[in-house]
T-cell receptor
């Protein structure tokens, strides 16, 4: 398996634009996590899906953020409209059962 | 709610010296515990994990960690550090949720290795 695949690796966008980050989890994994990493706040959990269903989205910072998992092999994190303070590295991770989380390479988002 | 504290933001060691990175957790039940490593521009890679059983856990790259319930700690150790070990290290605790668990991470410790 190629591991967790995130795209794009880098995204630079202007304030106010919509940004969509994509994640393909490892085949067979039934849990998916979106994390945001910043110097100020470290690794924060944004949302957690189990069997494609959002279980905990309490970490989503505000209504500008939304996440979907239409099927077991794809998830998106959308920011609309984007703001400079959204600049961060966004990680997707997947897991099967109660084993270990595997992380993607991350998407570095810069909002100017 | 679960939490993880890594008290050292930076640790500097000389190559060949021993290493210990500290991790304390807060969780009401028996925790799942993890150490991950992150190289610059990369994702997180699992070094080792503790679910149950032997409290001394061996991981990849010569790392080990010891779970001490009485101290709520899960410190990471390596007897001899290599320059390639320079990276960011994250301790995490897994809190059960709906048949699975959610990893909660500490702020990380940056390891600097001097030649």
């Amino acid at each position: 398996d190629a591991g967790v695949i995130q795209s794009p690796r880098h995204e630079v966008t202007e304030m106010g634009q919509e940004v969509t980050l994509r994640c393909k989890p490892i085949s067979g994994h039934n849990s998916l996590f979106w994390y945001r990493q910043t110097m100020m706040r470290g690794l924060e959990l944004l949302i957690y899906f189990n069997n494609n269903v959002p279980i905990d989205d309490s970490g989503m910072p505000e209504d500008r953020f939304s996440a979907k998992m239409p099927n077991a092999s794809f998830s998106t994190l959308k920011i609309q409209p984007s703001e400079p303070r959204d600049s961060a590295v966004y990680f997707c991770a997947s897991m099967w059962g109660s084993t270990e989380a595997f992380f993607g390479q991350g998407t570095r988002l810069t909002v100017v | 709610a679960q939490s993880v504290t890594q008290p050292d933001i930076h640790i500097t060691v000389s190559e060949g010296a021993s290493l210990e990175l500290r991790c304390n957790y807060s969780y009401g039940a028996t925790p799942y515990l993890f150490w991950y490593v992150q190289s610059p521009g990369q994702g997180l890679q699992l070094l080792l994990k503790y679910f149950s059983g032997d409290t001394l856990v061996q991981g990849i790259k010569g790392f080990e960690a010891e779970f001490k319930r009485s101290q709520s700690s899960f410190n990471l150790r390596k007897p001899s550090v290599h320059w390639s070990d320079a990276a960011e290290y994250f301790c995490a605790v897994g809190a059960s949720s709906g048949g699975s668990y959610i990893p909660t991470f500490g702020r990380g410790t940056s390891l600097i290795v001097h030649p």
